[in-house]
């Protein structure tokens, strides 16, 4: 069996064809990673770090809950009042299980919530405030040594961080390897020996594997030109990983 994170020549040309298509359709559509930013609104974080206990086990529930419901969800879960709250699990448990329903799991995500509510390493409740990104310093540590700390901080994987830091404008230079981007991948023959999701647990459960896969597709981006996104001189993951999310139905049929 092939070794994961180490593309053949084949795997190589394949992904290439996939990045250009990528490159065409992240132009015509106007899609870009959000911007770089060394300042983060503390509520922007905490509800970017709901968001990815929320989509634990599908994305779905959360794309299509109507916006209402949106604008609730984020209302009743503003950090603040979470702190407020004398018994925020069973506050949280009757929000998430209410229809629609944000998550498809809303026991383990209103404890994983909790959990995080304390965290002192992303939680100062004394303060009310979110100490996430305290001590990280973007110009001296690189992407991987920002995502493994934050990964020690939140408990998170890799992916969930990566997409985290993707949403926050702190890193472009990683990519947040879920069903939509290893199905792609798998779709266009990059690891057509593997299944989609039987690939994705893989990648997502062993850090070293992960940052070699990322590794092997930031090497091929780097004939591709910068989107000028960032100050990366060639495309960034980061683009790479928004374009497919954004564009999957349609990368999936011109795979065929």
């Known amino acids: 069996m092939k070794i994961i994170g180490v593309l053949t020549e084949e795997e190589q040309k394949r992904l290439k064809n996939l990045a250009e298509q990528v490159c065409k359709l992240g132009r015509q559509k106007g899609i870009f990673p959000e911007p770089l930013s ?4 503390d509520e922007k974080i905490w509800q970017e770090l709901i968001g990815r206990i929320l989509v634990r086990g599908g994305a779905r529930p959360l794309e299509r809950l109507p916006s209402d419901r949106k604008r609730e969800l984020q209302e009743q879960t503003r950090l603040s009042k979470l702190l407020d709250e004398p018994d925020p699990y069973s506050f949280l448990e009757n929000l998430l299980a209410k229809c629609p329903r944000p998550t498809r799991f809303p026991k383990k995500a209103a404890k994983a919530i909790v959990e995080l509510l304390n965290n002192d390493k992303v939680v100062n409740r004394n ?10 310093d973007k110009q001296r540590q690189s992407p991987q040594e920002i995502r493994r700390l934050l990964m020690q901080r939140t408990g998170f994987g890799p992916k969930s961080v990566s997409d985290l830091m ?8 990683v990519i947040a390897f879920d069903t939509r981007i290893v199905n792609t991948l798998v779709k266009w023959g990059v690891f057509s020996d593997w299944e989609g999701n039987r690939l994705k647990s893989i990648v997502q459960g062993r850090e070293p594997i992960y940052t070699a896969l990322e ?6 981006l780097a004939e591709f030109p910068s989107m000028n996104c960032c100050d990366i001189k060639h495309m960034c993951l980061a683009f790479f990983d928004r374009v497919i999310f954004r564009c999957y139905e349609e990368l999936k049929h011109m795979a065929n």
């Open 127 to 136: 303060e009310c405030r979110i100490v996430l990104l305290d001590g990280i």
């Open 166 to 173: 993707i949403v926050l404008g702190i890193s472009h230079d």
């Open 38 to 41: 060394y300042q983060v609104d």
């Open 215 to 220: 590794a092997e597709i930031r090497k091929v």
